[in-house]
């Protein structure tokens, strides 16, 4: 099992930053691909941003040049670094694993094997 546990949401005004954390514990953490995505109150569960072992990443458009997903293997952890905030970035957002996803698949919340319980983040106007 691969243990994940987030870290860093809040409330932050719009145009502001925020510095998401995820923690692995469990398995090797490096081989996995790391994405976050988010749930809106209402909405379906979407794609954020991913990360593969490999540094490889992709981002949703609707936070491409805003949001910056990074990963540090030696610690473990998987960071969202998100600027320009906007109050529709309002959600819980989640850190998932995967160990065999590969291209868009990697953007499908059902290809993953690990969660982590969620983070809030709230962007007041």
């Known amino acids: 099992q691969l243990r994940l546990v987030e870290s860093g949401g809040g409330l932050v005004q719009a145009l502001g930053s925020l510095r998401l954390s995820c923690a692995a514990s469990?398995?090797?953490?490096?081989?996995?691909?790391m994405a976050w995505f988010r749930q809106a109150v209402g909405k379906e569960r979407e794609f954020v941003a991913g990360?593969?072992?490999?540094?490889?990443?992709d981002y949703a458009d609707s936070v491409k040049d805003r949001f910056t997903i990074s990963r540090d293997n030696s610690k473990d952890t998987v960071y969202l670094q998100m600027n320009n905030l906007k109050p529709e970035d309002t959600a819980i957002y989640y850190c998932a694993a995967d160990y065999a996803c590969s291209g868009y698949e990697c953007r499908d919340q059902y290809e993953y094997d690990y969660w982590g319980q969620g983070t809030q983040v709230t962007v007041s106007s």
């Open positions: 469990g398995r090797t953490f490096s081989r996995y691909f």
């Open positions: 990360m593969a072992w490999s540094g490889g990443q």
